[in-house]
């Protein structure tokens, strides 16, 4: 089941249409494209008078979707929205979906190399491991493929390997994006693991005040130290305070330094590197999966 799945009325080629959006793919009656193989959507906002003058003026909300199909052919896809509350709520999960901000671009070789690694860890045997213990995982049971894939980049810092074996639970979002067109702060959808299985799926808001263009993407995990840790997170009301700057997991830190109030958290670019965001006010939700 997808992480995010939602449907849009919008314009595509003139036409009332319905889109879809999910985890894998972004679909009109014209097309699709691939959620992962989007390269750009540039945004633009018309202008336009209303057929009665006196009732002053409307805003059209144009975007351009590009990228590729499941075959590999080049796609365009051309949505309209009249209603502006759509068109941020769209923003938003394009953003998740695809793991590229509005205005950012992805170019077809980055688009290789993310899915020779997507490849790489879905081929890997999912081993059921009896012993609760988090140290002896080889792979997450339940886990989404996004999910797994940033889990093995997060697994290739070494600084981490003590966090992986001794942490009761953490939770781990493949795609924060910040910033967007009239969207401030940052947005992510995440699993949280205990005992080497998704036991859960959960979602990370954070707002800010001002006018953001475009964003940064990176992935984020949070460890938790202890059974209650991790139950004040599965609480659903868990939350960083505003002046909370990741308690953040660097190079060569020790374990125990590392957590914050039984929480350590490390954030990485899409390029992989470590990348040290700023966590105040970001609040999460969480929904168990049914057993």
Request: charged share 25%; hydrophobic share 35%; with cysteine.
């Amino acid at each position: 089941m997808p992480v995010n799945a939602d449907e849009y009325e919008a314009i595509c080629n003139a036409r009332e249409c319905l889109v879809k959006v999910n985890e894998d793919f972004i679909s009109t009656p014209y097309g699709s494209i691939k959620s992962s193989r989007m390269t750009s959507w540039p945004m633009v906002v018309d202008t336009q008078p209303r057929m009665l003058g006196f009732l002053g003026e409307k805003e059209m909300y144009t975007f351009n979707l590009n990228g590729y199909d499941q075959y590999g052919k080049k796609k365009s896809l051309n949505i309209h929205f009249l209603n502006d509350k759509s068109a941020k709520k769209f923003i938003r999960e394009i953003e998740i979906v695809s793991g590229l901000g509005l205005g950012q671009r992805r170019s077809a070789k980055q688009i290789r190399e993310n899915e020779l690694l997507d490849k790489k860890t879905i081929t890997t045997t999912n081993i059921k491991v009896e012993n609760s213990k988090v140290n002896e995982c080889f792979s997450e049971v339940g886990a989404s493929r996004k999910s797994k894939i940033a889990l093995e980049r997060f697994r290739e810092k070494r600084n981490l390997e003590n966090f992986f074996k001794n942490s009761n639970a953490y939770a781990v979002f493949p795609d924060v994006v910040k910033g967007g067109m009239g969207v401030g702060g940052a947005r992510g959808s995440g699993e949280l693991f205990q005992n080497c299985k998704a036991i859960g799926s959960t979602t990370m808001t954070q707002f800010s005040v001002g006018f953001q263009l475009g964003g940064q993407a990176f992935s984020q995990i949070i460890f938790f130290q202890n059974q209650r840790d991790t139950d004040r997170f599965t609480q659903g009301n868990f939350e960083f305070g505003a002046s909370a700057s990741a308690a953040l997991i660097t190079e060569g830190a020790a374990t125990e330094a590392a957590y914050s109030d039984g929480v350590g958290v490390l954030t990485i670019s899409k390029g992989g590197l470590m990348y040290e965001a700023s966590i105040g006010g970001q609040k999460f939700s969480f929904e168990p999966y049914k057993k």
